[in-house]
């Protein structure tokens, strides 16, 4: 064995698994997607449309599709639906009593409303982008917990099997409660069959803010989720 001057053992050539594949080159058999994602949802459902199905994706459900932003510059087939006709969706229609056959979709996105009754913002149009007109009352828990279950047994029904239901959920403190949505998010989702197989943190730039917030209680949330879950029994 050949030793070094300094007596010790050269060291042949090493290689080292990243994003990009050995040594910056381009990967062959094993892509990796961070954990942890600081850019747009745009180019994040990109990502992931390309690294969970076990197949390219022929037809993709948005069921809170709302102006279509996840979508802008997708060559993607994509059939929007959405209970509010201002924003032009493909279909008009209630994400938990679905107008579709069973077995027709290859993907369903969800990005349920997260913030109930809040306070206006003249210079943000928060009603629209973030559901603001859905009121969730004392009886609710002041959340929106109720809409998950009859959501993903309809999401269960309409997609193929092995589907993914991409679902982006953010906690939130309302009603000084902390609202564990992703939590309740998973229960309901398992409960009909679905396998969680992964879950990606956003970091959100700009988090809603109050002049009449005086006092804070709880850690500012600076993220959201995108959980993935397959409909099978098992996630690889």
């Not at 961070?34 to 199905?53: K, N, T, V």
């Not at 092995?162 to 309302?174: N, R, T």
Request: proline fraction near 7%; hydrophobic fraction near 35%.
């Amino acid at each position: 064995m050949e030793r070094q001057k300094n007596g010790r053992r050269p060291q042949g050539p090493r290689s080292e698994a990243t994003d990009e594949g050995p040594r910056g080159g381009t990967a062959t058999g094993y892509q990796t997607l961070a954990s942890i994602w600081f850019q747009g949802d745009s180019e994040l459902i990109e990502r992931m449309l390309a690294f969970y199905p076990r197949r390219p994706p022929q037809i993709i459900l948005d069921a809170t599709v709302n102006a279509g932003r996840f979508w802008r510059g997708s060559q993607r087939k994509v059939i929007g639906l959405d209970i509010d006709g201002r924003h032009r969706p493909a279909i008009i229609g209630d994400h938990t009593r679905m107008p579709f056959q069973d077995h027709c979709f290859d993907v369903v996105v969800y990005d349920p409303p997260h913030i109930p009754n809040q306070g206006r913002d003249r210079r943000k149009d928060f009603n629209r982008r973030f559901g603001l007109m859905l009121k969730a009352n004392a009886r609710r828990g002041y959340n929106f917990s109720h809409l998950y279950p009859p959501f993903v047994t309809e999401a269960y029904r309409v997609l193929r099997p092995e589907g993914l239901l991409l679902c982006k959920v953010a906690d939130y403190v309302h009603g000084h409660r902390f609202q564990w949505a992703h939590v309740e998010v998973l229960r309901a989702a398992t409960a009909v069959g679905f396998t969680a197989c992964d879950c990606i943190v956003k970091v959100r730039r700009g988090p809603i803010m109050s002049p009449r917030w005086k006092r804070a209680h709880h850690a500012r949330r600076h993220h959201c989720y995108w959980i993935v879950f397959r409909k099978s029994k098992k996630c690889e």
